[in-house]
């Protein structure tokens, strides 16, 4: 079971990078119109939004390509970026659409990170996978 909860991790920040590179891309050039843009958040906000998604994506596939040890730690510090840039973005921009449910979404994506971290922390086969090379 924790193999496949490892593997499936793998296939979201996969899915990540390709979704950050496709929001870089509309950023860099808005003829490129995929939706993903927040008319909300500044120039400089989008643009950290999009390069923290892609390198937590990078970080943890070229972590597991490598099996480099410090994988685990390294995501964990990437989640707290993207937990601080979610904070900043809720309450000085008004992501989720604004409005006071925007704190519910926020504190799910909170949950996510920590419910993620305690699964790097505490997994088997996270453990065996980043052991170091």
């Known amino acids: 079971m924790s193999q496949l909860a490892l593997h ?18 509309e950023y860099l050039e808005p003829s490129a119109d995929f939706g993903l843009q927040d008319a909300n958040f500044p120039p400089g906000v989008q643009f950290l939004h999009w390069q923290l998604i892609i390198l937590t994506g990078l970080f943890f596939v070229g972590g597991y390509v490598l099996r480099w ?6 995501t964990i510090a990437m ?28 504190s799910a ?10 699964y790097l922390l505490r997994s088997r086969s996270v453990k065996d996978r980043f052991r170091g090379a």
């Open 8 to 25: 499936l991790l793998l296939i979201v920040k996969i899915l990540l990078i390709i979704w950050g590179v496709m929001g870089l891309i």
């Open 69 to 74: 040890r410090h994988t685990v730690s390294v």
């Open 79 to 106: 989640y707290a970026t993207l937990a601080t840039l979610c904070f900043v973005e809720t309450v000085d921009f008004d992501a989720f659409g604004g409005g006071p449910g925007r704190f519910l979404i926020m």
């Open 109 to 118: 994506e909170y949950a996510l990170y920590v419910a993620l971290s305690v």
